[in-house]
């Protein structure tokens, strides 16, 4: 079975540009919940889709945003990039979200805002 | 407050040892998972382990296991026989009670290094 699959693994992008970065969750998985890692802020969540519907939001600004198709696979789009954007994206599914469910990741999207 | 603490920056043990990772959780909801994660340098987010709020035994995965203490409310990571090929990242995680669903907090992390 195919894990969790982002693309691209590398972005560079300058300060004001959009970017999207794409996240194919494992096969069966329905549910997609995307992560920023930062050295300074860690972990923190962004948001979660489940059947093409946002059911979750983190503490983020509304330049942030993402979207889930019929087919599970989901886009996350970030407008107007600041420097601070710059960090590892990671997309994570699982099958409904359950109390007792795993996340599984991908290996990330690296992006660098200059 | 902080949901999970990790004391522990980082930290070195010798190859063949047992070490264990520290980290303290802040909830008031009955249900909740407690969650292990290791990363390499690679940068994918491994899963270790799982120990649920109403498990009566600790977790054990293999070389891993997980010390419960719902009351100190803390789940450390004990890894036996340590290995050069765990020197990563571990990251402690929970998530609360059902209607919460992938919403992870996630502690800041400790650096395991290995040494042969």
């Known amino acids: 079975k195919a894990g969790v699959t982002q693309t691209p693994r590398y972005l560079i992008k300058t300060r004001g540009q959009q970017v999207t970065l794409s996240c194919s969750p494992i096969?069966?998985?329905?549910?997609v919940s995307w992560y920023q890692q930062t050295p300074g802020q860690g972990l923190q969540f962004l948001f979660e889709?489940?059947?093409?519907?946002?059911?979750n939001k983190g503490n983020f600004p509304g330049r942030f945003s993402g979207r889930q198709f019929s087919n599970s696979r989901s886009e996350m789009n970030v407008s107007t990039l600041e420097l601070g954007d710059s960090a590892l994206y990671l997309c994570?599914?699982?099958?409904?979200?359950?109390?007792?469910?795993?996340?599984?990741f991908g290996s990330g999207t690296q992006l660098s805002v200059l | 407050a902080q949901k999970i603490t990790q004391t522990q920056p980082g930290m070195f043990v010798q190859e063949k040892e047992a070490v264990t990772l520290d980290c303290t959780y802040d909830?008031?909801?009955?249900?909740?998972?407690l969650f292990w994660y290791k990363q390499p340098s690679s940068g994918e987010m491994i899963f270790l382990i799982y120990?649920?709020?109403?498990?009566?035994q600790n977790a054990t995965e293999g070389r891993y296991s997980l010390n419960f203490q719902k009351a100190r409310k803390s789940a450390n990571l004990v890894i036996s026989a340590s290995q050069l090929g765990d020197s990563a990242m571990y990251f402690c995680?929970?998530?609360?009670?059902?209607?919460?669903?992938?919403?992870?907090?996630f502690g800041s992390g400790t650096k395991l290094n290995v040494k042969p």
């Open positions: 995680a929970m998530r609360e009670g059902p209607g919460n669903f992938n919403k992870f907090y």
């Open positions: 096969s069966g998985h329905r549910s």
């Open positions: 120990q649920g709020s109403y498990d009566q």
């Open positions: 994570a599914s699982s099958l409904r979200g359950g109390v007792n469910e795993k996340l599984f």
């Open positions: 909830t008031s909801d009955p249900s909740y998972g």
């Open positions: 889709y489940f059947s093409e519907t946002q059911r």
